[in-house]
């Protein structure tokens, strides 16, 4: 392999601002230890509890926190770029975190916007390495768990799933249908220790992709909740501040994610073509096939970024979890993943039938990019959202 092409192999987007791959080197520190492990974690299905291990020991479980609440200080951009290159080591520690940074995002977002609370939730990310978890994915504006008024706060019953990273997690941000007396159904939003009575874990997590995620359900059987612990309340079947803000955080760290997965994949691809010998006297790199996927590869992954980019720029530094920024947050998502997907399936044709076999890469990528098309808001749902946009229309129901 020449130098030219070994320079090639890894392939990573293109800092917009000048700090914006400030902690990708960290990420890329984690992801050549995770990338080791990954593969034993997705054959026995099994957590990865020694990355998280490394996570909270490295400063990266802190990533988001604000410097001055002892933190890395890191913007979402940031995390964007230093998620995708954790991905390209390890999809499912990727895809884990994602779902505690945009926890912390959004907090840092309520800190800034007069919201005291948050600090106390940062500070322990900060000082005892808490994990946060959700199920706001499995639960939307609908969400089927029940809380029941008691004496100082609720008592919450249901099952949640995509639980990721449930076995580390110390805190879980949930969901709950209260029927008020007065005000009818709304729906409760409220953080949950994983130390509470009546917190269980329900190992149901066998799935085709991001199988390290660890994903499992979750069942609250009569956990009580104080009243402080309810973090905001809205209409049943509507969304509101609260949850676009998880919105707003998550779709791009999620888009991170995917594209990271699939920049591996392009990197795994052109390593094994490029390190083919000659047959005959004829270069495999001379294929011209061989030199459009890799263009096409290559192409989807700058454009796909940019779209990301794009939708943080319009953002603007003082964005509010409104309509727009959950609109462009989404639109971008789609773009990623779906480009995500046909980037990793070009990979594997780029590969050719060494990609086949479990051992490779590629493989894992193939199955683990797919996950990307299930987070809310679905492709499709994405476009209706963008469509009643334009029309002028509510998209408050929609999930």
Not at 28 to 50: I, K, M, P, S
Not at 123 to 150: F, H, Y
Request: aromatic letters at 8%.
């Amino acid at each position: 392999m020449t130098a030219a092409i070994a320079q090639r192999t890894t392939f990573r987007p293109t800092p917009a601002l000048n700090d914006d791959d400030r902690f990708v080197p960290l990420a890329a520190e984690l992801a050549g230890e995770f990338a080791a492990r990954a593969a034993a974690h997705d054959h026995d299905n099994t957590f990865v509890e020694e990355n998280y291990v490394r996570i909270r020991s490295s400063g990266y479980s802190r990533l988001a926190v604000p410097e001055e609440l002892g933190g890395l200080g890191a913007s979402m951009r940031q995390v964007c770029y230093a998620q995708a290159e954790l991905a390209k080591g390890c999809g499912s520690t990727s895809l884990a975190t994602t779902m505690h940074h945009y926890n912390v995002l959004g907090q840092v977002w309520r800190l800034r916007n007069g919201i005291a609370a948050a600090e106390t939730v940062l500070r322990r990310v900060a000082e005892e390495g808490v994990i946060i978890m959700t199920s706001g994915g499995s639960d939307g504006i609908w969400p089927t768990t029940v809380a029941e008024r008691v004496e100082g706060g609720y008592r919450v019953t249901g099952r949640k799933i995509f639980c990721s990273q449930v076995p580390t997690a110390d805190l879980m941000t949930t969901m709950a249908r209260y029927d008020d007396p007065d005000e009818g159904t709304i729906v409760l939003l409220m953080a949950v220790p994983t130390s509470s009575e009546g917190f269980e874990i329900v190992e149901t997590w066998d799935t085709l992709g991001m199988r390290a995620t660890a994903s499992h359900d979750v069942q609250l059987t009569n956990v009580f909740v104080k009243d402080a612990q309810i973090v905001a309340r809205r209409p049943w079947g509507r969304s509101d501040t609260a949850l676009r803000n998880a919105a707003v955080h998550f779709a791009p760290l999620v888009a991170a994610t995917y594209w990271g997965v699939a920049a591996g994949a392009r990197d795994e691809a052109v390593r094994m073509i490029a390190s083919r010998p000659s047959r005959n006297g004829v270069n495999p790199l001379d294929d011209p096939l061989l030199q459009r996927r890799v263009g096409e590869m290559d192409a989807r992954l700058r454009t796909s970024w940019w779209s990301l980019l794009g939708a943080l720029n319009e953002f603007g530094d003082d964005y509010k979890p409104d309509e727009r920024t959950s609109n462009l947050s989404m639109i971008a998502k789609r773009d990623v993943v779906l480009n995500a997907i046909e980037v990793v399936d070009l990979a594997m044709e780029t590969a050719g039938g060494p990609a086949f076999f479990r051992r490779s890469p590629i493989e894992r990528a193939y199955r683990d990019v797919r996950a990307g098309a299930f987070h809310p808001f679905t492709p499709e749902k994405t476009l209706i959202h963008s469509g009643r946009m334009a029309l002028d229309l509510s998209v408050d129901d929609i999930w």
